[in-house]
Nanobody, 130 residues
């Protein structure tokens, strides 16, 4: 079973930066598309970013576009979310998720919807406050 562990969260001032990591164990991430989601207290879980199996396709929520960057390092079995110019509204628990894609006929893409993914980490908390 694929296990995902997020790290890198913490307290940061507005305008600051954090880099979140999603480390996988059990299996390599070569055949997985990865998504980042976040959930604030009392709010619905929302998609932040995702990256396709090959890394050739990425998507971002409009609210983070230009500020966040998703990347993957398959040699380290890790996916990253670089977060710059952080705002108080970015405060949330951030989760990474993975779905295995084994068919060669599936386009190199990702879908920023929770139902698209099968495996989830436990989350890492990000607080942006002055």
């Amino acid at each position: 079973q694929l296990q995902l562990v997020e790290s890198g969260g913490g307290l940061v001032q507005p305008g600051g930066s954090l880099r979140l990591s999603c480390a996988a164990s059990g299996f390599t991430l070569d055949d997985y598309a990865i998504g980042w989601f976040r959930q604030a207290p009392g709010q619905e879980r929302e998609g932040v970013s995702c990256i396709s199996r090959s890394g050739g396709s990425t998507n971002y929520a409009d609210s983070v576009k230009g500020r966040f960057t998703i990347s993957r390092d398959n040699a380290k079995n890790t996916v990253y979310l670089q977060m710059n110019s952080l705002k108080p509204e970015d405060t949330a628990v951030y989760y990474c998720a993975a779905v295995r894609i084994t068919s060669s006929w599936v386009p190199d893409m990702c879908l920023m919807q929770p139902g698209f993914f099968g495996s989830w980490g436990q989350g890492t908390r990000v607080t942006v406050s002055s």
